[in-house]
């Protein structure tokens, strides 16, 4: 029996790998943007199971428009990385000091 | 029966590739298990009858950002091999919070179901309209302004994407078109009377 517990319970051990690869490879900016999609996608899933067993579509477009932002966030924070390594020649967080002191 | 043998089977590959996302050490690698990953959840959310959501996850996520990643990776020259120290002596801080976490959001989703308030009657039966009409009717009624906005937002990705990368080189000869537009004639040209010869 799939219950809405199941749903979120996936939700939650997919969220917490998420957190356990941004906290592992803090050093590579790339691995980091991954691990916050995969934190999306598994609010994703929180409102799409909510939204099934309520019989409520309204989930879905949360969905839907968390989909957009996350799309387009993807984008700029590439952008800002291409720029990044144009400027530093690596991508290498412990070299971003420049505004220390 | 089914559903239940599809749930596990997919849950357990997305639990898999999304640990492979956080520990190969090449990013190509992880780029590729996420791809993985987003393509099984995409499975999941079909069971959810949620299809459009699901085709439109894995044609954005998997057709374009994820390319995008790829593209990145591969431009970007990274040397591939992350740094093994940090790797390691961060790995027990990394699960000990990873840890604290899943077991917290489990033992709050399993103690509080009661309050989740699940009209559970309704559950089985399929929509009469497609789930792409009831999403586009809600999304263009109720959530018409929402959606103007989620649009402009993407017009503002495209702007800012394109400006923080677009670079002016030096030592071509290109137009400028505001110099071009701004010209006065009256100091270009310069008419001067030819005396006709006798």
Redesign the interface.
Known sequence: ??????????A??????????I??????I??V???T??LL?SV??NF??F?????D??G??F???I??????????G??????L??NKK??DVHELRTLRN | MI??II?YTF?SV??CS??A??LFRN?VY??VS?IL??IT?GF??LL???E??AI??IL??VG??MV??LF??M??N?NNE??KS??NS??P???F???I??AE??TL??IN?SQ?N???L??QEPDQVS?TL??GK??FTN?IL?FEI?GF??L???I???S??L?TRKNVKTQIASEQISVDPSTRIKLVDLKERE
């Open positions: 029996m799939l219950t809405l517990q199941s749903y979120l319970s996936l939650a051990i997919i969220f917490s790998i998420g957190i356990i690869g906290v592992i490879n803090r050093k590579n790339i691995i943007m991954m691990c999609e995969l996608i994703n899933f799409i199971a939204s099934y067993f309520n019989q579509i309204a879905q477009i969905v839907f428009f989909l957009t932002v996350a799309a387009a966030e993807a984008a700029i590439l952008a800002i990385l291409v720029a390594y144009r690596s991508i | 559903k239940e749930f849950s997305l639990i999304s640990l996302v956080i990013p992880s780029a996420l990953s987003f959840s999941l959310w959810l009858q949620a459009f959501l439109v996850l954005v996520y374009a950002v995008l990643f990145v990776i431009m970007l990274i992350r740094d940090s790797f961060l790995a801080f990394a699960l919070i990873g840890l976490i899943a959001l489990i989703i399993w179901s989740f699940i009209n559970s309704s559950i789930n009831a999403l809600e999304l959530y929402s989620a937002i993407l503002l990705a495209i800012i994407s394109i923080l990368t670079r």
